[in-house]
C-alpha cells in the first residue's frame, strides 16, 4: 500500500487534486453550479505553476465538450465537468465520443434539471447520460470522487470508452470531508501507466478518417463493438477496483451495502443518500427490524447480478429515486431494479418512491418510513415521497399582486421620437426629470448585492419605454434576484429561458404575438418585446442572439455586461478585461489572470445589419435612456436592436458599492467602454473623453478595482500596455468610422 496523506476538502477539491495528480493534458469547459468548482481549482494551481494542464474557457457547454472530443482525438489525456442543463446543452457530443471510441473522463456534480430553474442536487441530469455510451461510476463520498477519478481514467483508457465520474451536487461536491489522497503524483502516474494511441490521428505518414458516414451494416457493426466495450468495462472494472484496493487500502464492488446480511427489508438508492441511510437502518436493528441498505458505485454497466447478490435475502424492497422517468411509474433506477428482479427471479415485495428533488432533505427517520411503505397494503407501487401540495386558491385565484401595468399608465410623453430628413430618429425630452413619473415595471427594492449595477440599468431601460413592454430573461443574477418563488418582482408579462437560448424563444414568442394582433386575437397596439442578458448569457447565447439578429426579428436585447460569470461565483467571461482576476483566471507566479481581450459584441451585433446598435452607462444617464428609446423604437418598427450597458458587480470587481458609478465613469474615460450608437449603418460616437479633457489612461481605471489592481505593478507593465494599445485601436476604429468625431 503506497504512502497516502490526509485532505480535507469537497468532491470537487478532491477531483481537481485527482486531476492534478494524474498529469491530464487539457481541459474545456465551462462553469455551471455546482460543478464549477473543480475548473477553479484547477486554474488556481495553474497560476500556481503546479500543473500545465491546458485549460480552454469554451462558451458553453456544448463547445467544451467539442474541445475535449477534439483534444482526445489528437491523443491528449482529456477532463471535462459539468452539471444539468449544461450536460444537456451537450449531450449530442457525448454519442459522437462513444461511438468513435476515443477516451476522457468527465465530472458530473448532479443537479436538478430546469426548468424550472433550480441548482439543488438530484439526479434528474445523469439519467440522460445511460443510453450515452459511457460508463457511468457513482460515487456517494467524497473519498470515492477521489478514487473513481484515478480508476476512471485506467478504464477509459483500457476499453476506449468515455467515463463518467458522478455525484452529488452540493451534497457530495462541497461538503468537506477528511480523506485520504496519495502523497506523491507518481504514484498515481504509475497506477494509470503512459497514454497508449494504437491509431494515433496526427500521423501524418498513415492518414486516418474519423466519424464517417456509415449505412446500415456498418452502423449495426459499429453499435455491437460499442456494446462489446461496454461489456469489456463490465468485466474490468472488478480487477481495477481489486488492483486499486492493494495501493489504496480501499476496495470498492459495483455494488455496495450495509447490514445486507440476510436483511429482510432493504432500501436501495443512489449518491449522498446512503451514507445518511446508515444512520436509519441502524437505528432500525436496534428496533429489531432486519433492515438494510445498497447502492450503486456502477451505475453505467448496470451491475444487474452483483445487485440481485446484494438484495437476494430481502423479503420486501424500496427502491429511492432522486429523478423520476416522468411516465413510467418509476425512475430509472426503480425501473431497472425492477426489471433486474424479474430477470433473476427475485420475490422480494417492491415498491418505488421518488424523493429529494431539487435537493430536498434526506434523513434517517425517512428511512424508517420508506421501508413502512412496503408493506402498507394502501399505499401504491409507485409514488411520489414529500411533496407538500399547493393550493389553486391561494395561488392563481388570488389574481395579480401588483396592479397591471397599462398603456395609460406609462405613456407619460417624457420622450418624444419622430425621424427627420435624412431617416434618422431623433429623441427629445428623455432627461432624468422628465421621465422620473414612469412607473416601475419592477417592484422597488430588489435582493442583488449593494452597489449591483443591474436594478440601475433595468430601471434607466424601462424609464425610456412608453409602450407596453414583455420581458424575457435570460438566466442570470437580473433573474435570480427577481424571481424567488413564488413572489416576483415585475408588474409586465415575464419570461425565462436557459441563457443559450433566450433570444429565439423570445422570437417565437413575438411572431406568434404579431400573428394574433393580425388575427384580431389580441388587441392591436405597440409591444416591446426586450431580452435581458448578461454577458455570460451573450457568450453561451451569442449563436441565439445572431441567428434572431439576421431573422430581424422585431424585439431588444438588452445586455448588462460586467465583465464575469457572475452568478455563479466570478468566473472569467469573454468580456472580463485582460490581465482581470477571477475564479478562473487567477493571479500567481505563473499566470496574470485572464490571458486575451475582452469581446466587442456590439461589432459582432453590427456585422448582422440590424438598424440599430448602441452602448450606454449610468454614468451617463440622459444618453442612456435616449438610445433606450430609439433602440425601443426599432425593436417595434424595423427589427433587432442592441443595447450594451456597462454594468457594476462590486462583489466581484472588488471595489467599494458606493464608488460604482464612478468606477462605471472611469471605464467610460478610458474608452475601454466607449458610447456610441450605430444607427441604419453610420456610426456615431455619443460622448468623446478626449474632446471633453477627461481621457484618462486604462491603467487609472483598472487601479480602481481589486480584481485588476494587481496589474497596476511593475512586474504587469506589458500586460497593461497591450491592453492600453487595444483600447486605443479599437477607439480610433469608432473614431473614423464616426467620420471626424461627429457627435449628438
Given at each position: 500500500?503506497?504512502?497516502?496523506?490526509?485532505?480535507?476538502?469537497?468532491?470537487?477539491?478532491?477531483?481537481?487534486?485527482?486531476?492534478?495528480?494524474?498529469?491530464?493534458?487539457?481541459?474545456?469547459?465551462?462553469?455551471i453550479?455546482?460543478?464549477t468548482?473543480i475548473?477553479?481549482?484547477?486554474d488556481?494551481?495553474r497560476?500556481?505553476?503546479?500543473?500545465?494542464?491546458?485549460?480552454?474557457?469554451?462558451?458553453?457547454?456544448?463547445?467544451?465538450?467539442?474541445?475535449?472530443?477534439?483534444?482526445?482525438?489528437?491523443?491528449?489525456?482529456?477532463?471535462?465537468?459539468?452539471?444539468a442543463?449544461?450536460?444537456?446543452?451537450?449531450?449530442?457530443?457525448?454519442?459522437?465520443?462513444?461511438?468513435?471510441?476515443?477516451p476522457?473522463?468527465?465530472?458530473?456534480?448532479?443537479?436538478?434539471?430546469?426548468?424550472?430553474?433550480?441548482?439543488?442536487?438530484?439526479?434528474?441530469?445523469?439519467?440522460?447520460?445511460?443510453?450515452a455510451?459511457?460508463p457511468?461510476?457513482?460515487?456517494h463520498?467524497v473519498?470515492?470522487?477521489?478514487?473513481?477519478?484515478?480508476?476512471?481514467?485506467?478504464?477509459?483508457?483500457?476499453?476506449?470508452l468515455?467515463v463518467?465520474?458522478a455525484?452529488d451536487?452540493?451534497?457530495?461536491?462541497?461538503?468537506k470531508?477528511?480523506?485520504?489522497?496519495?502523497?506523491?503524483?507518481?504514484?498515481v502516474?504509475?497506477f494509470?501507466?503512459p497514454?497508449?494511441?494504437?491509431?494515433?490521428?496526427?500521423d501524418?505518414?498513415?492518414?486516418?478518417?474519423?466519424?464517417?458516414?456509415?449505412?446500415?451494416?456498418?452502423?449495426?457493426?459499429?453499435?455491437?463493438?460499442?456494446?462489446?466495450?461496454?461489456?469489456?468495462?463490465?468485466?474490468v472494472?472488478?480487477k481495477?477496483f481489486?488492483?486499486?484496493?492493494?495501493l489504496?487500502?480501499?476496495?470498492?464492488g459495483?455494488v455496495e451495502?450495509?447490514?445486507?446480511?440476510e436483511?429482510?427489508e432493504?432500501l436501495?438508492?443512489l449518491?449522498s443518500s446512503?451514507?445518511?441511510?446508515?444512520?436509519?437502518?441502524?437505528?432500525l436493528?436496534?428496533n429489531?427490524?432486519k433492515?438494510?441498505i445498497?447502492?450503486?458505485?456502477?451505475?453505467?454497466?448496470?451491475?444487474?447480478?452483483?445487485?440481485y447478490?446484494?438484495?437476494?435475502?430481502?423479503?420486501?424492497?424500496?427502491?429511492?429515486?432522486?429523478?423520476?422517468?416522468?411516465?413510467?411509474?418509476g425512475?430509472?433506477l426503480?425501473?431497472?431494479?425492477?426489471?433486474m428482479?424479474?430477470?433473476?427471479g427475485?420475490?422480494?415485495?417492491?415498491?418505488?418512491?421518488?424523493?429529494?428533488?431539487?435537493?430536498k432533505?434526506?434523513?434517517a427517520?425517512?428511512?424508517?418510513?420508506?421501508?413502512?411503505m412496503?408493506?402498507?397494503?394502501?399505499?401504491?407501487?409507485?409514488?411520489?415521497?414529500?411533496?407538500?401540495?399547493?393550493?389553486v386558491?391561494?395561488?392563481?385565484?388570488?389574481?395579480?399582486f401588483?396592479?397591471p401595468m397599462t398603456?395609460?399608465?406609462?405613456?407619460?410623453?417624457?420622450?418624444?421620437?419622430?425621424r427627420?430628413?435624412a431617416?434618422?430618429?431623433?429623441?427629445?425630452?428623455g432627461?432624468?426629470?422628465a421621465?422620473?413619473?414612469?412607473?416601475?415595471?419592477?417592484?422597488?427594492?430588489?435582493?442583488?448585492?449593494?452597489?449591483?449595477?443591474?436594478?440601475?440599468?433595468l430601471?434607466?431601460?424601462?424609464?425610456?419605454?412608453?409602450?407596453?413592454?414583455?420581458?424575457?430573461?435570460?438566466?442570470?443574477?437580473?433573474?435570480i434576484?427577481?424571481t424567488?418563488?413564488p413572489?416576483?418582482s415585475f408588474?409586465?408579462?415575464?419570461?425565462?429561458?436557459?441563457?443559450?437560448?433566450?433570444?429565439?424563444?423570445?422570437?417565437g414568442l413575438?411572431?406568434?404575438?404579431?400573428?394574433?394582433?393580425?388575427?384580431?386575437?389580441?388587441p392591436?397596439?405597440d409591444?416591446?418585446?426586450?431580452?435581458?442578458s448578461?454577458?455570460?448569457g451573450m457568450?453561451?447565447?451569442?449563436?441565439s442572439?445572431?441567428?434572431t439578429?439576421?431573422?430581424?426579428?422585431?424585439?431588444?436585447?438588452?445586455e448588462?455586461d460586467n465583465?464575469g460569470?457572475?452568478?455563479?461565483?466570478y468566473?472569467l467571461?469573454?468580456?472580463?478585461p485582460?490581465g482581470?482576476?477571477?475564479?478562473?483566471?487567477?493571479?500567481?507566479?505563473?499566470?496574470?489572470?485572464?490571458?486575451?481581450?475582452?469581446?466587442?459584441?456590439?461589432?459582432?451585433?453590427?456585422?448582422?445589419?440590424i438598424p440599430?446598435?448602441?452602448?450606454a452607462?449610468?454614468?451617463?444617464?440622459?444618453?442612456?435612456?435616449?438610445?433606450?428609446?430609439?433602440a425601443?423604437y426599432?425593436a417595434?418598427t424595423e427589427?433587432?436592436?442592441?443595447?450594451?450597458?456597462?454594468?457594476a458587480?462590486?462583489?466581484?470587481?472588488?471595489?467599494n458599492?458606493?464608488?460604482?458609478?464612478?468606477?462605471?465613469?472611469a471605464?467610460?474615460?478610458?474608452?475601454?467602454?466607449?458610447?456610441?450608437?450605430?444607427?441604419?449603418?453610420?456610426?456615431?460616437?455619443?460622448?468623446?473623453?478626449?474632446a471633453?479633457?477627461?481621457?484618462?489612461?486604462?491603467?487609472?481605471?483598472l487601479?480602481m478595482?481589486g480584481?485588476t489592481?494587481?496589474?497596476?505593478g511593475?512586474?504587469?507593465?506589458?500586460?497593461?500596455?497591450?491592453?492600453?494599445?487595444?483600447?486605443?485601436?479599437?477607439?480610433?476604429?469608432?473614431?473614423?468610422?464616426?467620420g471626424?468625431?461627429?457627435?449628438?
Open positions: 500500500m503506497e504512502k497516502q496523506v490526509t485532505e480535507y476538502a469537497g468532491g470537487n477539491e478532491i477531483a481537481a487534486i485527482a486531476i492534478k495528480q494524474i498529469g491530464y493534458d487539457l481541459m474545456g469547459y465551462y462553469p453550479t455546482p460543478s468548482q475548473a477553479e481549482n484547477l488556481d494551481m497560476a500556481k505553476g503546479e500543473t500545465d494542464l491546458i485549460m480552454i474557457a469554451a462558451e458553453g457547454e456544448h463547445s467544451a465538450a467539442g474541445i475535449c472530443y477534439g483534444a482526445a482525438v489528437g491523443g491528449g489525456r482529456v477532463i471535462n465537468a459539468t452539471s442543463n449544461g450536460l444537456l446543452y451537450a449531450l449530442e457530443q457525448f454519442p459522437v465520443q462513444s461511438g468513435t471510441r476515443y476522457m473522463v468527465m465530472n458530473v456534480a448532479c443537479r436538478t434539471v430546469s426548468g424550472p430553474l433550480s441548482i439543488k442536487g438530484d439526479h434528474s441530469d445523469i439519467m440522460y447520460l445511460l443510453n455510451g459511457w457511468i461510476l457513482f460515487a463520498t473519498q470515492q470522487v477521489y478514487d473513481f477519478n484515478i480508476i476512471a481514467l485506467r478504464l477509459a483508457e483500457q476499453v476506449r468515455p463518467v465520474v455525484y451536487g452540493f451534497f457530495t461536491s462541497h461538503q470531508r477528511r480523506c485520504l489522497r496519495f502523497e506523491k503524483d507518481e504514484t502516474r504509475q494509470i501507466g497514454k497508449k494511441d494504437p491509431y494515433p490521428f496526427l501524418l505518414s498513415n492518414p486516418i478518417t474519423v466519424g464517417s458516414y456509415m449505412n446500415e451494416p456498418d452502423l449495426m457493426n459499429n453499435r455491437y463493438q460499442l456494446h462489446l466495450a461496454m461489456q469489456q468495462a463490465d468485466e472494472l472488478p481495477l481489486a488492483e486499486y484496493g492493494a489504496s487500502g480501499r476496495e470498492y459495483k451495502g450495509y447490514q445486507c446480511k436483511a429482510q432493504l436501495v438508492l449518491g446512503y451514507e445518511t441511510a446508515k444512520e436509519g437502518v441502524d437505528s436493528r436496534k429489531g427490524r433492515a438494510g445498497v447502492t450503486l458505485n456502477v451505475l453505467r454497466p448496470f451491475p444487474e447480478k452483483a445487485l447478490d446484494a438484495c437476494a435475502s430481502a423479503a420486501s424492497m424500496m427502491v429511492a429515486d432522486r429523478q423520476d422517468s416522468y411516465g413510467a411509474g425512475g430509472n426503480s425501473l431497472e431494479v425492477r426489471a428482479m424479474q430477470k433473476f427475485g420475490r422480494a415485495k417492491l415498491k418505488s418512491r421518488v424523493y429529494g428533488l431539487g435537493g432533505d434526506f434523513f427517520e425517512d428511512v424508517e418510513k420508506l421501508l413502512d412496503v408493506a402498507d397494503t394502501k399505499a401504491p407501487d409507485f409514488d411520489y415521497y414529500g411533496v407538500t401540495p399547493g393550493s386558491q391561494e395561488t392563481m385565484d388570488k389574481g395579480p401588483f396592479a398603456a395609460e399608465r406609462t405613456n407619460i410623453g417624457a420622450t418624444q421620437l419622430q427627420d430628413t431617416g434618422e430618429v431623433q429623441v427629445k425630452g432627461s432624468l426629470n421621465t422620473a413619473a414612469m412607473p416601475k415595471r419592477l417592484a422597488p427594492g430588489h435582493g442583488a448585492c449593494p452597489g449591483c449595477g443591474i436594478p440601475v440599468n430601471n434607466l431601460l424601462s424609464r425610456a419605454i412608453e409602450d407596453p413592454v414583455v420581458f424575457l430573461f435570460q438566466t442570470g443574477c437580473g433573474m434576484v427577481t424567488p418563488y413572489r416576483t408588474k409586465v408579462p415575464y419570461l425565462h429561458n436557459l441563457f443559450q437560448n433566450g433570444a429565439a424563444t423570445l422570437s413575438a411572431e406568434i404575438c404579431y400573428r394574433k394582433q393580425k388575427k384580431g386575437e389580441l392591436q397596439g409591444l416591446i418585446f426586450i431580452m435581458v448578461g454577458d455570460g457568450d453561451i447565447g451569442m449563436g442572439a445572431l441567428g439578429a439576421l431573422r430581424g426579428h422585431r424585439l431588444l436585447i438588452f448588462y465583465g460569470y457572475m452568478n455563479t461565483g468566473q467571461s469573454y468580456s472580463t485582460k482581470a482576476r477571477s475564479s478562473t483566471s487567477h493571479v500567481g507566479a505563473k499566470q496574470y489572470g485572464k490571458t486575451f481581450f475582452h469581446k466587442d459584441m456590439p461589432r459582432i451585433m453590427a456585422a448582422t445589419g440599430y446598435i448602441a452602448t452607462a449610468e454614468s451617463n444617464p440622459t444618453d442612456f435612456i435616449k438610445k433606450a428609446a430609439k425601443a426599432y417595434k427589427g433587432t436592436a442592441y443595447l450594451k450597458a456597462l454594468s458587480c462590486p462583489l466581484n470587481w472588488n471595489d458599492p458606493s464608488t460604482e458609478r464612478k468606477v462605471i465613469e471605464g467610460v474615460n478610458c474608452c475601454y467602454f466607449p458610447l456610441y450608437e450605430i444607427e441604419q449603418g453610420k456610426t456615431r460616437l455619443s460622448y468623446e473623453p478626449d471633453a479633457g477627461r481621457k484618462i489612461p486604462v491603467a487609472e481605471w487601479a478595482m480584481r489592481k494587481h496589474l497596476c511593475d512586474a504587469y507593465q506589458e500586460v497593461v500596455e497591450s491592453l492600453q494599445q487595444e483600447v486605443d485601436r479599437r477607439y480610433q476604429r469608432l473614431k473614423n468610422e464616426a471626424l468625431l461627429k457627435t449628438v
